[in-house]
C-alpha cells in the first residue's frame, strides 16, 4: 500500500519568508509526484507536476525536487505572500490514480 | 473547475437513507475519480471509472457504488448512508489517467445525520 506523508500538518510564517513543504513516500516506483494547492472550500488546483525521470520543475516563484532514492519530494515557495495561504497537498501518481499526502496547511501572516 | 462539475454542492440526510452524487464533465475525458476528503486523511480514492460501464475500486470502496452509463457522467451511490460516510466527496477527471492531468471537481459536502 503506497503512503504518502507530509510533516508538519500546518506552518505559519511572516511575510516574505520562503516556504519549505515536505513529502514523502513509500513507493520508489512511482509514475510522478505532484503537488496542489487546495483553498478552504474549493477543489484542487494543480501546481507542478514532476516525472519519475525528472529531479525538479519550478514555476515561478515555485520549485519541486523529487528524490526518489530517499522517498521524498519539496516544494519551495519563494518570498511567501498572504495570498499563498492555503492547504498543499503532495500526491504520487501510479498508472491509474492518485495517493495523496494529508497535506500541510499554511498561513502567511502580513 | 470549468469541465466539470459535481452535484449538488451541498446535502443533509438522515442515516439509512440513499444518496447520489452526480459528476459532469464535458471534456469527454476516458477517466473519473471519485475521492473523499476527511481531516488528517488527505484524499482517498473510492471508485473510478476508465471507460463507459468500466469501473473499479478504489482503497476505500466499501458502502459505495458507482455507475457509467455515459462518458460525461460518473455517479457516486451510498445504498444507505452512514455518519462515517459525512465528508467532502470530490470528483476528478483525467485524459491520460497516468497520474497527471487531473481536473478537479468543486466538491459535494454531503453531512449524514
Known amino acids: 500500500k503506497q503512503e504518502v506523508t507530509q510533516i508538519p500538518a500546518a506552518l505559519s510564517v511572516p511575510e516574505g519568508e520562503n516556504l519549505v513543504l515536505n513529502c514523502s513516500f513509500t513507493?520508489?516506483?512511482?509514475?510522478?509526484l505532484q503537488w496542489f494547492r487546495q483553498d478552504p472550500g474549493k477543489g484542487l488546483t494543480s501546481l507542478l507536476l514532476?516525472?519519475?525521470?525528472?529531479r525538479e520543475q519550478t514555476s515561478g516563484r515555485l520549485n519541486a525536487s523529487l528524490d526518489k532514492s530517499s522517498g521524498r519530494s519539496t516544494l519551495y515557495i519563494a518570498a511567501s505572500q498572504p495570498g499563498d495561504s492555503a492547504t498543499y497537498l503532495c500526491a504520487q501518481g501510479d498508472d491509474y490514480k492518485l495517493s495523496f499526502g494529508a497535506g500541510t496547511t499554511v498561513t502567511v501572516r502580513a | 473547475d470549468a469541465g466539470i462539475t459535481q452535484s449538488p454542492r451541498h446535502k443533509v440526510t438522515e442515516t439509512g437513507t440513499p444518496v447520489t452524487l452526480r459528476c459532469h464533465q464535458t471534456e469527454n475525458h476516458r477517466y473519473m475519480y471519485w475521492y473523499r476528503q476527511d481531516p488528517g486523511h488527505g484524499l482517498r480514492l473510492i471508485h473510478y471509472s476508465y471507460g463507459v460501464k468500466d469501473t473499479d475500486k478504489g482503497e476505500v470502496s466499501d458502502g459505495y457504488s458507482v455507475s457509467r452509463s455515459k462518458t460525461e457522467d460518473f455517479l457516486l451511490t451510498l445504498e444507505s448512508a452512514t455518519s462515517s460516510q459525512t465528508s467532502v466527496y470530490f470528483c476528478?477527471?483525467?485524459?491520460?489517467?497516468?497520474?497527471?492531468?487531473?481536473?478537479f471537481g468543486s466538491g459535494t459536502r454531503l453531512t449524514v445525520v
Open positions: 476528478a477527471i483525467s485524459e491520460s489517467g497516468q497520474g497527471y492531468g487531473y481536473t
Open positions: 513507493d520508489s516506483a512511482i509514475y510522478n
Open positions: 514532476i516525472q519519475s525521470s525528472q
